[in-house]
């Protein structure tokens, strides 16, 4: 993502290799969600020759659910795509954002 925005939050858990856990928020004023005012919980375990993230962001408003289960879906396929060696290229919502 390409924007003026900064995320802020701190890291609660690191368990190598297998979990982290950190507060999320948007540290601009007037943002959404206060820095660290949610949870992030990222869990990882082998699948076959992979690995299986199971991604959880818990404490959101109700409000604020859907778009970011929209966001999270769309950067979640791009990863997984880069993942498996392929190029997801030029994220065309940074770019609109940039322009």
Avoid: C, N
């Avoid at 818990?58 to 970011?68: A, K, M, T």
């Amino acid at each position: 993502m390409k924007h003026d925005y900064v995320m802020r939050g701190q890291f609660v858990e690191v368990t190598p290799p297998t979990r982290l856990v950190i507060t999320f928020g948007w540290e601009h004023e007037g943002g959404a969600l206060d820095p660290g005012s949610t949870l992030i919980t990222y869990e990882l375990s082998a699948d076959g020759d992979g690995t299986l993230l199971r991604f959880t962001h818990s404490g959101l408003p109700e409000r604020l659910v859907y778009d970011h289960t929209r966001g999270w879906t769309r950067y979640m396929g791009r990863l997984k795509l880069a993942a498996e060696a392929g190029d997801p290229g030029e994220d065309a919502i940074a770019k609109r954002e940039s322009s």
